[in-house]
């Protein structure tokens, strides 16, 4: 899999507008490099850089706003110990398997540094726009404290691959964000409470204090960057809304307060429902350690309801997936999940538009406009009609474009 020629012309176009989730009559889509220049028209007469998509719909490119690529086993607890460069190659096979299912841009939450962004972004390898973090930042066990409770050494050398960073008191809390910061970081994350993958805390555990999530929100801010929180529990997510955070991770516990919270800060909630469900299935065989899969039932059973009353009050809801190891192949899954309970349309803008707009990037992506950049995906099926096949990357895409090149 390679990104190879670059395309000017896309012609029998049949654009999908996901805001007026409308589709139209086929048309061409005119490209100068990387970016869209035109929608509409005749456009040139054929050549070696004309697609033509053969009265196909072709349709933004898709966004996964949480996904982990360093996560080359479900183990996190074992990434520390690994070669940076062995899990570097790891992830430029994973990001290029999340480019051949349709995903042109994801956000990772937690791992990934400016090393492989910048690897990315050189295309390097196959892989999408990567929007990262670096480390995320946990209390003393917390949810990215991943020594067991027999364990008191830690390496926190910024070089080691480890998912997160251990920091205490505000102080702390502040230079690990600005550590962050400095190297290009897109968002700051924080864990608001504790998790299935760490081995100490408890999923309904409140983590770092008021003071310390203030530090973190007030340097994202001072960098024009924002915090995003890992948390489950109501009393976690709208602590740390009330707080500043922007971007609220899995939800799965939240309650009525959640949803004003979300609508009054103009903050987005990202679930991650697909990873409960291949946690519980594949965890064991792909390295979760056992007290880690005895806290999946936690979690597992709540996310369709919290994401039910999301969608209800109309909170911006945006795409994630959160696999890991063996589990990736299943990310394009989360489309059928949430559509027992979301429309395809809602569907298909929290994988576009509205993750996007988390992003800070409307009108560059999750579109197909004059102006944006070129991700396009060329698709044999309607999503419209069913959001689902989108999770069928073998028969519902028949073409990936990433910045105006075609993915071969």
Same mark, same amino acid.
């Given at each position: 899999?390679?990104?190879?020629?670059?395309?000017?012309?896309?012609?029998?176009?049949?654009?999908?507008?996901?805001?007026?989730?409308?589709?139209?009559?086929?048309?061409?889509?005119?490209?100068?490099?990387?970016?869209?220049?035109?929608?509409?028209?005749?456009?040139?007469?054929?050549?070696?850089?004309?697609?033509?998509?053969?009265?196909?719909?072709?349709?933004?490119?898709?966004?996964?706003?949480?996904?982990?690529?360093?996560?080359?086993?479900?183990?996190? &607890?074992? %990434?520390?110990?690994?070669?940076?460069?062995?899990?570097?190659?790891?992830?430029?096979?994973?990001?290029?398997?999340?480019?051949?299912?349709?995903?042109?841009?994801?956000?990772?939450?937690?791992?990934?540094?400016?090393?492989?962004?910048?690897?990315?972004?050189?295309?390097?390898?196959?892989?999408?726009?990567?929007?990262?973090?670096?480390?995320? /930042?946990?209390?003393?066990?917390?949810?990215?404290?991943?020594?067991?409770?027999?364990?008191?050494?830690?390496?926190?050398?910024?070089?080691?691959?480890?998912?997160?960073?251990?920091?205490?008191?505000?102080?702390?809390?502040?230079?690990?964000?600005? #550590?962050?910061?400095?190297?290009?970081?897109? !968002?700051?994350?924080?864990? %608001?409470?504790?998790?299935?993958?760490?081995?100490?805390?408890?999923?309904?555990?409140?983590?770092?204090?008021?003071?310390?999530?203030?530090?973190?929100?007030?340097?994202? #801010?001072?960098?024009?960057?924002?915090?995003? &929180?890992?948390?489950?529990?109501?009393?976690?997510?709208?602590?740390?809304?009330?707080?500043?955070?922007?971007?609220?991770?899995?939800?799965?516990?939240?309650?009525?307060?959640?949803?004003?919270?979300?609508?009054?800060?103009?903050?987005?909630?990202?679930?991650?429902?697909?990873?409960?469900?291949?946690?519980?299935? @594949?965890?064991?065989?792909?390295?979760?350690?056992?007290?880690?899969?005895?806290?999946?039932?936690?979690?597992?059973?709540?996310?369709?309801?919290?994401?039910?009353?999301?969608? #209800?009050?109309?909170?911006?809801?945006?795409?994630?997936?959160?696999?890991?190891?063996?589990?990736?192949?299943?990310?394009?899954?989360?489309?059928?999940?949430?559509?027992?309970?979301?429309?395809? !349309?809602?569907?298909?803008?929290?994988?576009?538009?509205?993750?996007? #707009?988390? /992003?800070?990037?409307?009108?560059?992506?999750?579109?197909?406009?004059?102006?944006?950049?070129?991700?396009?995906?060329?698709? @044999?099926?309607?999503?419209?009609?069913?959001?689902?096949? /989108?999770?069928?990357?073998?028969?519902?895409?028949?073409?990936?474009?990433?910045?105006?090149?075609?993915?071969?």
């Amino acid at each position: 899999m390679h990104l190879g020629q670059g395309i000017s012309t896309i012609i029998n176009a049949r654009v999908l507008d996901v805001d007026t989730a409308t589709i139209s009559e086929p048309t061409t889509v005119t490209i100068n490099g990387e970016q869209i220049i035109e929608v509409g028209g005749s456009g040139p007469p054929s050549g070696s850089d004309c697609f033509d998509a053969e009265g196909r719909i072709v349709s933004p490119g898709l966004i996964d706003a949480h996904v982990h690529v360093l996560a080359a086993t479900a183990n996190l &607890g074992n %990434l520390g110990d690994q070669s940076p460069y062995y899990l570097g190659a790891q992830a430029a096979r994973l990001m290029g398997d999340m480019l051949g299912r349709g995903f042109t841009t994801v956000r990772d939450a937690g791992g990934a540094d400016f090393g492989i962004a910048a690897a990315a972004r050189e295309n390097l390898f196959p892989a999408p726009r990567l929007f990262f973090g670096g480390k995320a /930042l946990s209390q003393t066990g917390g949810h990215a404290d991943m020594r067991g409770p027999g364990t008191h050494v830690m390496d926190k050398h910024l070089c080691c691959p480890n998912i997160g960073i251990v920091c205490d008191g505000a102080d702390a809390v502040r230079k690990a964000a600005r #550590e962050n910061l400095r190297t290009g970081a897109d !968002h700051v994350k924080i864990m %608001l409470s504790g998790g299935v993958a760490s081995p100490t805390d408890r999923v309904d555990s409140t983590q770092f204090s008021d003071d310390e999530i203030r530090a973190a929100v007030e340097e994202a #801010e001072a960098a024009n960057r924002y915090v995003l &929180g890992h948390a489950y529990t109501a009393k976690s997510v709208n602590r740390g809304l009330e707080l500043g955070v922007r971007s609220i991770e899995h939800g799965n516990l939240i309650d009525l307060r959640s949803v004003e919270l979300l609508l009054e800060k103009n903050a987005f909630l990202v679930p991650t429902l697909v990873t409960y469900e291949r946690l519980k299935q @594949d965890g064991a065989a792909f390295g979760l350690p056992e007290a880690s899969q005895n806290k999946v039932d936690d979690v597992l059973y709540a996310g369709l309801d919290a994401l039910k009353l999301a969608t #209800e009050h109309n909170v911006k809801i945006a795409y994630g997936s959160d696999l890991l190891g063996g589990m990736h192949p299943h990310q394009g899954q989360e489309f059928a999940i949430r559509a027992k309970v979301q429309t395809s !349309h809602q569907v298909l803008r929290s994988a576009t538009t509205t993750a996007a #707009e988390l /992003l800070r990037q409307e009108g560059n992506l999750g579109v197909v406009a004059a102006g944006a950049s070129a991700d396009l995906l060329v698709l @044999d099926a309607n999503p419209l009609d069913d959001v689902s096949v /989108l999770g069928e990357a073998d028969s519902s895409i028949h073409s990936v474009i990433k910045g105006g090149r075609l993915l071969e």
